[in-house]
Structures are given as C-alpha cells and as structure tokens.
C-alpha cells in the first residue's frame, strides 16, 4: 500500500455514510484524485478544520490495491482561507475557480502549473482582491496553462498583426481575435478594443507574483470578462454550476 | 442470473437508494428483514408509509412536523422575538437537547453550495423575511454549521438582514468543553479568541 504526502487543495467534499467524507483533492503531485476520510464528520482530533472546501493542506494518502479511491488517514493544514467564508462573493468566485479547475484536469493528471494557478487565485481571493479582475485573468491562465491560449498576437484569419485598428473581434472556433476586415460576419458582442487585446496580452505572459499590477479598468472587464468565459465553457462543453450561482447571484451579493 | 427471487432483490434495490447504504449493506438489511416476525416487517412498512403521509413541513419554520404550526411554533410559552436560523431539523433537534434556547426556530434546509447548484432561491430564506417583516423579531441568531459552506450563508444572511432594525447574531465558535487547549487548532483558538466574554 503506498503511502503519500502532498500539498493538495480541497476542491469537494460530499458526507459519506454516518460519518465519513468523501473528498476531491487537486494534489501537487498526483493531480486530482479522491479519497476517503473515516470519521471525518465526527473526529474532532484528526481532521478538526482541515477537511474543509478550499484549504490548502498535506495530507497523507494512502492507496488501496485495486481501489481508485485513497484514504486520508492524517491532515496538516497549510492555509484554511479564512477570509473566504467571511464574504459571500468571495466564497461564490472560490468556488467557481475549483469548480472549473475540477471540471478541466483528469483524475491522476499531475498539473504543477495549474496548481500554481489555482493555488494564487484562492489567495488572491482571500486577501480581498477585485474578483471580475482575477476572475479574468484565472480564465486567461487557465485555458494558456491547458495549451488552449487565445490568439492576441495576430488575426486568426488573415494571420497579419494590423495595428491602428478600432476594434478587434474574438472568434471562438479559432480561439483568436480577428481583425476588422476579417470580422464581417462576427457578432458585434464578441469585440474587443485594441487597449483591451494589449492588456490580454500582457496578461498572459506576465508572471503570477506581478499579476495584480496589472490595472484592468471598466471597459476592458466587460469587453473581456464574457468572451473568456463563453469560451471556456464552450471548450468545456458541460455546465459549471457554480457559475450559474455566480450569475444568479450577483445582485443579490453586491 | 440472481441467486435472489425479483421481491428481494426489489428490496435491496430500494434499500441500496438510501444514503450511505451499498449493495452489500442492503443485502444485508434485506435479508435480515426477511427474517423478521411478519407482524415486525409490516409495523416497518407502515411506518414508512405513515411518514409519507402524515410529516410535512411547518408552515412557519419549515421543520418537519404532523401538525401545522409544529409544536415548537405553537407553543405560547416560548419567546416569539427571537428566531434561530438552523441548516436543518438535525441542527435543530441538537439546540433544543441543550435546553439553551427558548425561542423560536427557522429550517433553511441546506446552506448555499454553488458547486451543487443550491443558491439563496433554493434555500427557505425568502421565507425567513417576510417572518422578519411580520415586526415580531428582535433578534434573529445565526446557527448555521462553522463550515465554509455555513460560515458563507450566515455572512449573507447577515449582508441581507443588515438593513432591518432586529439584532443579528451568530452563534460562537471556539474551545470545546472539557478539551485541552493546546491540542486545539490555530483557527479554533482564533476563533474563541475572537468570541471572548468578559469573565
């Protein structure tokens, strides 16, 4: 039976039984994998605030023979978040970010990088930064980091970089923008301007510690904020819930 | 083919839909219920039919009850300006053990899970409200699960009642009784920390 230790994130957990939990780690070193932890809703002493969504703990796993399922059996806690359950929009965007990160990695795919990412968006979450901001960036990182980066660099189509131009469009199939002689046949909704596409850019190459210098303004957040999105769910091609929570409830938290 | 005849293996299956219950678990429940006196079978399947036909919810807290208003509601001798806000009947049934609390309580049935789809329209909050806008309560205490889920619901439902003229409150969190305080967690002890009274 092997025996691991590895820093891991809690992406899920769901009640198992009378007192077990049953939890989704995305692990530093094995990727994403799930376990059981016996006992977990009653023990006061081995998992007391450990096993909780979003904290970043080391837990030791061990693995059965035949049994895709590992077993938690000690947990250290690393980082709980706690400023996260304080706010209800922080706790949502948290969830979100987990949630889409669940939905991207396979069972047993180790991802360093995007364990980084995940890793500095709950942070960045907890110490109180602009969420529509981070959640832009963590959609560009995301979808770089899964080999699907979108093309800011030249027009998809024409494969030409023509500067001076009003207005760019995104175009979702070939995952670029496209410039305006190119455009004509793409709705007005997919536009970007040229300030938004060099923020993008920038965006992408830049590394996670300079990230929150970058300044994303209003105009650049609502012309980036809904293409990153719709294509990342489009690649996904399956509901997230949260972001359905997120939509639902945006008035209501704000 | 089933070594078991289709009756049985009709039990297991419903058996095994049960929370926490596998395959091999309801086989054995199965089993040992065909091995019960009739009398005993049937006083099980009564019961669940009974359940089915008598409980439903309170009209004013939303816990489960046989009549409506359930007995905690309609009971005059308990204080009608203070409302405690419990996840389930569960959470409920244990503050009333404690004998802490003579008041009046509110079921939300869950607490806000994104990941699940369960937002603030699926949980009994609306409900919640309009008891609040009734004029009766002065204070509404929050005793959701010191989870991230339940800690995330009390701190909306906190955003949500800030604006209404009735103390908001939130149950305390910290040391448990009779426990070593060195062998408690860093965010537990901060937490009591945090929720000191003045001795």
Known sequence: ?254 | MSVFPPALLRLIRNLGNLPGIGEKTAARLALAILRWPEVRAKELAQSIDEVKEKIRFCSTCFSFTETDPCAICADPKRTTDAICVVEDPGDMMAIEKSSGFKGRYHVLHGVLSPMDGVGPDELKIKELLLRIKSGQVKEVILATSPTVAGEATAAYLAGLLQNEYIAVTRIACGVPMGTDLKYNDEMTLRRALEARTKA
Not at chain 1, 27 to 40: P, Q
Request: hydrophobic residues 45%.
């Open chain 1, 1 to 254: 039976m092997p025996l691991h230790k590895t820093p891991a994130i809690i992406l899920n957990h769901k009640d198992f039984g009378e007192s077990d939990k049953i939890i989704t780690l995305f692990t530093y070193s094995l990727g994403k994998i799930t376990s059981i932890a016996k006992g977990a809703k009653r023990s006061r002493k081995r998992f007391a605030n450990q096993l909780d969504l979003f904290s970043f703990v080391r837990p030791i796993l061990w693995e059965k023979q035949h049994s895709s399922l590992t077993r938690i059996d000690q947990c250290d806690l690393l980082q709980p978040f706690a400023s996260i359950r304080k706010v209800p929009e922080r706790f949502a965007y948290a969830a979100y970010f987990c949630e889409l990160v669940d939905a991207w990695v396979k069972d047993r795919d180790p991802h360093a990088e995007l364990f980084h990412l995940l890793l500095w968006a709950l942070r960045m979450v907890d110490h109180g930064a602009s969420l529509a901001p981070l959640s832009v960036i963590f959609h560009l990182r995301l979808l770089t980091i899964v080999g699907y980066a979108p093309n800011f660099i030249a027009c998809v189509t024409c494969n030409l970089w023509k500067g001076g131009q009003v207005f760019y469009s995104f175009n979702y199939e070939k995952g670029g923008i496209v410039c305006s002689d190119c455009a004509f046949n793409l709705p007005l909704k997919n536009r970007l301007s040229p300030g938004t596409v060099k923020l993008l850019s920038l965006a992408q190459k830049t590394s996670l510690a300079k990230l929150s210098r970058l300044h994303f303004s209003a105009q650049p957040l609502a012309e980036s904020a809904p293409i990153l999105e719709n294509f990342v769910h489009s690649l996904l091609g399956k509901e997230i819930k949260s972001y359905r929570f997120l939509s639902r409830s945006h008035e209501c938290i704000r």
